[in-house]
């Protein structure tokens, strides 16, 4: 591990300005743009298993957590990476009637620009919810998850965990198994590791693999056997009851002995495949607990931890940009880097 000074030096010198004003989805990002961005995020891996973990990189700044749907994992985790950089971080958790949510955003968003926040981290049923957000208020919005569209921290942590695990994700086959339709972490992630030269390929049944799937530049797969054969990552994803209409899964049973990832179906796997899980699992149900719990073969801990780091690098980023737009700051912001490549593309 980095000694303390020589890691907190390593942040400085890798903190870059955002290539965006928000991180709404993995578009934001391009090959030439994640790179610096993990680089970044693996020296706050190392500031983060340090006793002492505070910076001062986002002193002085108001992050708003703003999650209308439920969430624990997330909202901690982007709480403690605000918090960790210095920031102040306020938590807020609208109740929405499902009628009235266009309204409540907009009304909502309205009455916290007005307190000036500078990051609102957002979370909503309604896909396309951060993007609309962000055309209403005067501070960087991070997508934290809208509806079944994206969740581009959730694939930028994902591919540092890859990126620790295997060194490089170029060349990788990834499958991502099971409810595909309703979930925005397939979404992102096929985009995100698309663009860093993975080969991704959808599992699942016919009812949880959207129509146009194969539009998404991925393999598909209605058999896990075959689907599984020779891929080096297995990403299971929740069965998510909560956003399904009418019964698209006969029993949660009988999926998990068609879909449920178990000893059996990760032999199918090439051998040293790593396992990786979204969060929060249904176990027993997409996954089995012993191989969900397997350290020699699971990922899914070291996600959590890489969220809090990810997370970091992208408030830091966005935070260096919005000071590098702030003429009263400008003469204060460190190297263009990562916007250059950006530009340059
Ligand atoms: N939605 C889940 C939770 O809030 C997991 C997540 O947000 O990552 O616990
Ligand atoms: N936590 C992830 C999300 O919020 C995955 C899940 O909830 O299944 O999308």
Redesign the pocket.
């Known amino acids: 591990m980095t000694q303390p000074a020589a890691v907190t030096d390593l942040i400085h010198e890798r903190l870059a300005p955002f290539p965006r004003d928000h991180f709404l989805s993995a578009g934001d990002l391009n090959a030439a743009t994640v790179p610096p961005l993990l680089d970044l995020a693996d020296a706050f891996v190392d500031f983060n298993r340090q006793s002492s973990k505070s910076l001062d990189l986002m002193r002085g700044r108001t992050v708003m957590n703003l999650f209308f749907?439920n969430?624990t994992?997330?909202s901690a985790s982007f709480e403690i990476a605000a918090k960790r950089l210095g920031a102040d971080v306020t938590a807020l958790s609208p109740r929405t009637s499902s009628t009235a949510k266009g309204e409540t955003l907009i009304d909502t968003a309205a009455t916290l620009n007005a307190m000036k926040p500078d990051v609102l981290v957002v979370?909503h049923s309604a896909s396309g919810a951060a993007a609309l957000l962000s055309q209403k208020v005067g501070c960087s919005v991070v997508n934290a998850?809208d509806g079944r569209h994206e969740?581009p921290t959730?694939a930028l942590l994902d591919l540092l965990s890859l990126r620790r695990a295997f060194g490089d994700v170029g060349g990788l086959t990834v499958a991502i198994c099971g409810d595909i339709a309703h979930?925005?972490?397939a979404r992102s992630n096929v985009a995100l590791l698309s663009m860093m030269g993975a080969r991704v390929r959808l599992i699942g049944p016919p009812t949880l693999v959207p129509g146009d799937a194969d539009r998404w530049g991925c393999e598909v797969f209605h058999d896990m056997r075959e689907g599984l054969q020779g891929v080096e990552v297995v990403m299971m994803?929740?069965l998510?009851l909560e956003r399904m209409e009418g019964a698209l899964v006969p029993s949660t049973r009988e999926y998990f002995r068609f879909w449920g990832l178990d000893r059996e179906k990760l032999g199918w796997a090439r051998p040293g495949a790593k396992v990786m899980h979204?969060?929060?699992m249904n176990r027993g149900v997409e996954i089995d607990s012993d191989v969900a719990d397997d350290l020699t073969v699971s990922l899914i801990q070291d996600q959590v931890e890489m969220g809090v780091a990810a997370r970091m690098a992208v408030l830091a980023a966005l935070s260096v940009r919005r000071e590098a737009d702030d003429p009263s700051t400008a003469s204060r912001s460190p190297s263009p880097s990562l916007r250059d490549r950006e530009e340059t593309r």
């Open positions: 749907e969430s994992r997330t979370r998850g969740h959730q979930s925005r972490v994803l929740r998510q979204p969060g929060p």
